[in-house]
């Protein structure tokens, strides 16, 4: 192998826009081109995936390749996410992403013969629409929603209790896991977003706990906890400029909530103190413009006594600095223009010295 081998190295490829193939992605739909569409949410979906869409939109490929395992894969992936709204699919009579994905895994189900679960995902996604008083079907439709409902409700409420009762022995994982459970039945139940907030927070998980934290305060704003966690969030990820506005926000919602006032003087604190940090360092930026003026002062040869200035020779002498450590004090000289045309004459004097010495001796020889 040539010693000179690693520069023949290949350049590394540029990083993928995820936009760019989206849009290329989007435009291979419009042409009914669900196999190059495919390929292009393949590449989406490996990479870090921070929203559902991708995952959906390969599934809308993979229903109309007929690949119906790999809709209720991508699926049951999306019903993962929070939910949130979407447009474009009121024809499905699906106002949401989880209501569109359900409506996908009732239709792999039915393909795959699985009537029971294609009517389960489709009285799912019923409740979801009827929760939210959208798209509301006929009575016999609005009867089987309301039943849906409050059955979920009912499976939601039984593990948040089974949350609490190992959040209370302090079994953050566990609680997380019974807590999601619940979500999947009752995703718009703000207390549960805010039991599993606090258990992300217990499990320092910052941006999983801030997103339902955000859930918690979209679904009941008027709700003081919702603020609260999301303060205690921001402190601890050491964003504090952003969290003192959001627990001031709280305190005025709650002015006699004793838990938001002491996290509210906890974060007032560390901001006063970032804030004393800059204003010592401040004055020592100040002086140092001094130092040209000094140099200047000694360059233009009026020095009267040419001699040389040392102050505080002692250097083993410690002191404390403006950040209360404990340094050696530096040794600061001033050195005059005549000292240094002293020095110059003292060794131009030795160097003749030495070359009239060498003369003799050569001369004798």
Same mark, same amino acid.
């Given at each position: 192998?040539?010693?000179?081998?690693?520069?023949?190295?290949?350049?590394?490829?540029?990083?993928?826009?995820?936009?760019?193939?989206?849009? #290329?992605?989007?435009?291979?739909?419009?042409?009914?081109?669900?196999? *190059?569409?495919?390929?292009?949410?393949?590449?989406?979906?490996?990479?870090?995936?921070? @929203?559902?869409?991708?995952?959906?939109?390969?599934?809308?490929?993979?229903?109309?390749?007929?690949?119906?395992?790999?809709?209720?894969?991508?699926?049951?992936?999306?019903?993962?996410?929070?939910?949130?709204?979407?447009?474009? &699919?009121? #024809?499905? *009579?699906?106002?949401?992403? &989880? *209501?569109?994905?359900?409506?996908?895994?009732?239709?792999? &189900?039915?393909?795959?013969?699985?009537?029971?679960?294609?009517? *389960?995902?489709?009285?799912?996604?019923?409740?979801?629409? &009827?929760?939210?008083?959208?798209?509301?079907?006929?009575?016999?439709?609005?009867?089987?929603?309301?039943?849906?409902?409050? %059955?979920?409700? !009912?499976?939601? $409420?039984?593990?948040?209790?089974?949350?609490?009762?190992?959040?209370?022995?302090?079994?953050?994982?566990?609680?997380?896991?019974?807590?999601?459970?619940?979500?999947?039945?009752?995703?718009?139940?703000?207390?549960?977003?805010?039991?599993?907030?606090?258990?992300?927070?217990?499990?320092?998980?910052?941006?999983?706990?801030?997103?339902? /934290?955000?859930?918690?305060?979209?679904?009941?704003?008027?709700?003081?906890?919702?603020?609260?966690?999301?303060?205690?969030?921001?402190?601890?990820?050491?964003?504090? $400029?952003?969290?003192?506005?959001?627990?001031? !926000?709280?305190? =005025?919602? $709650?002015?006699?909530?004793?838990?938001?006032?002491?996290?509210?003087? $906890?974060?007032?604190?560390?901001? #006063?103190?970032?804030?004393?940090?800059?204003?010592?360092?401040?004055?020592? =930026?100040? %002086? #140092?413009?001094?130092?040209?003026?000094?140099?200047?002062?000694?360059? @233009?040869?009026?020095?009267?006594?040419?001699?040389?200035?040392?102050?505080?020779?002692?250097?083993?002498?410690?002191?404390?600095?403006?950040?209360?450590?404990?340094?050696?004090?530096?040794?600061?000289? %001033?050195?005059?223009?005549?000292?240094?045309?002293?020095?110059?004459?003292?060794? /131009?004097?030795?160097?003749?010295?030495?070359?009239?010495?060498?003369?003799?001796?050569?001369?004798?020889?």
């Amino acid at each position: 192998m040539s010693m000179f081998s690693f520069m023949k190295k290949e350049p590394e490829l540029p990083p993928i826009d995820p936009t760019l193939v989206l849009a #290329e992605a989007q435009e291979c739909l419009k042409e009914k081109d669900f196999d *190059s569409a495919l390929e292009k949410f393949d590449l989406l979906c490996s990479l870090s995936v921070q @929203s559902p869409l991708p995952l959906l939109s390969r599934a809308t490929c993979r229903l109309q390749l007929k690949k119906y395992e790999g809709v209720l894969e991508d699926c049951e992936k999306v019903l993962m996410f929070l939910n949130s709204d979407i447009d474009g &699919h009121e #024809e499905e *009579s699906c106002t949401t992403v &989880h *209501s569109l994905a359900l409506m996908r895994m009732a239709k792999a &189900h039915k393909e795959l013969g699985n009537l029971d679960s294609a009517k *389960s995902s489709l009285m799912r996604k019923n409740a979801i629409e &009827h929760k939210l008083g959208r798209n509301r079907v006929d009575d016999d439709g609005d009867e089987a929603a309301e039943d849906m409902v409050e %059955k979920e409700r !009912q499976t939601a $409420e039984e593990w948040k209790e089974k949350g609490n009762a190992e959040y209370r022995k302090e079994n953050w994982t566990l609680a997380l896991e019974f807590y999601k459970n619940g979500l999947g039945y009752d995703m718009y139940n703000a207390k549960l977003h805010s039991n599993t907030c606090m258990t992300l927070i217990k499990l320092r998980r910052w941006s999983q706990a801030l997103k339902h /934290a955000e859930q918690c305060i979209a679904l009941e704003p008027d709700w003081v906890k919702g603020y609260y966690m999301k303060g205690m969030i921001l402190s601890g990820e050491s964003k504090i $400029e952003q969290a003192l506005v959001v627990l001031r !926000q709280a305190a =005025k919602m $709650e002015p006699g909530n004793t838990q938001i006032k002491a996290l509210l003087d $906890e974060v007032e604190s560390r901001v #006063e103190y970032v804030e004393s940090r800059l204003r010592r360092r401040k004055p020592a =930026k100040d %002086k #140092e413009p001094e130092q040209p003026e000094q140099q200047k002062a000694d360059d @233009s040869g009026n020095d009267n006594d040419n001699e040389r200035a040392v102050e505080d020779v002692d250097s083993d002498e410690e002191y404390c600095d403006d950040d209360g450590c404990r340094t050696p004090r530096k040794i600061k000289l %001033k050195v005059t223009r005549a000292d240094v045309i002293n020095t110059a004459m003292e060794l /131009a004097a030795a160097a003749v010295g030495v070359a009239v010495v060498w003369w003799f001796v050569t001369q004798r020889d």
